[in-house]
């Protein structure tokens, strides 16, 4: 008998199974996304890759997704390095790219609309630990994957890292988007996610919800005149979660959705294409 052909099959197992060995090993790392002030980043590497940024590690999902994000006012370098299963190590460097924000200049206002009560202080500090508590979820879930859509119709009346100086005193940037619409305009989910905040009434941002889309990326909406769930629940992407209001310190109704990875302040609307349907 030839041995040849038996020879050949044997060659061919052997290629096929070194193939299936090595080949997930050798995906390239995908970014999509810039690093720039108030973005993000959304990558891909191989399964069982570890993933770290400036030595600090990145939670990974199973399949290999992970998301960075910079602040409003971040600046410089960062390492990005990607440790694969197979021993490799690929290094990124990343420039953050900085952006220009409005600043607006406010004066004459009287004090008391520049700096709230004691009383009212008592209560805001309470609220930021509601909200802080809200976004410390972490875990490896990849909801944010399937991408965002603009959670309410209406026109943007406010942007992302916009400043206002009143009486010469510079306040909190705005650290989300605004969608201005009539009191009742449906809000929903931009992408899927669970409920971690469900409130009808903080002190500045009224009816708020705050929506985690897995690894520390998570969503807020403010200022609804109704909030139609509760915390703990699976959103999906589209659900209806609340309506616009002017609840809050709001001077009139529109729907403020902002985004935090981490403790991170990051832009929505560099997540979004175009502007929000008209109504």
Do not use: C
Request: hydrophobic share 40%; net charge neutral.
């Amino acid at each position: 008998m030839n041995p040849r052909p038996r020879l050949a099959v044997g060659l061919l197992t052997a290629l096929a199974s070194l193939l299936l060995v090595f080949t997930p090993f050798a995906v390239a790392l995908e970014l999509q996304g810039e690093p720039v002030q108030g973005g993000l980043l959304f990558g891909k590497a191989a399964a069982g890759s570890r993933v770290q940024l400036d030595d600090v590690e990145i939670m990974v999902s199973p399949d290999g997704r992970f998301v960075l994000g910079f602040g409003r006012d971040e600046t410089g370098a960062r390492t990005l390095l990607v440790s694969r299963p197979d021993g490799e190590t690929e290094r990124h460097d990343l420039e953050i790219a900085q952006r220009e924000y409005r600043i607006e200049r406010v004066d004459g206002l009287p004090p008391k609309t520049v700096t709230p009560d004691p009383e009212s202080l008592a209560r805001i500090r309470d609220d930021t630990r509601k909200v802080r508590e809200a976004r410390a979820l972490r875990d490896a879930r990849t909801d944010y994957a399937a991408g965002f859509t603009w959670p309410a119709a209406g026109r943007i009346s406010g942007v992302y890292g916009s400043q206002r100086v009143l009486n010469g005193e510079p306040r909190r940037p705005h650290f989300g988007v605004d969608v201005a619409a009539p009191t009742g305009t449906p809000v929903h989910a931009p992408a899927a996610g669970i409920v971690t905040l469900a409130h009808r009434d903080l002190y500045y941002s009224g009816g708020t919800v705050v929506l985690d889309h897995g690894q520390g990326l998570s969503s807020s909406f403010l200022h609804m005149s109704r909030v139609l769930v509760n915390a703990g629940e699976r959103i999906e992407k589209g659900d209806l979660i609340g309506e616009i209001g002017a609840t809050g310190r709001a001077t009139g109704p529109h729907l403020d959705w902002r985004m935090n990875w981490l403790d991170k302040r990051v832009d929505p609307q560099r997540l979004v294409n175009g502007n929000p349907n008209p109504l």
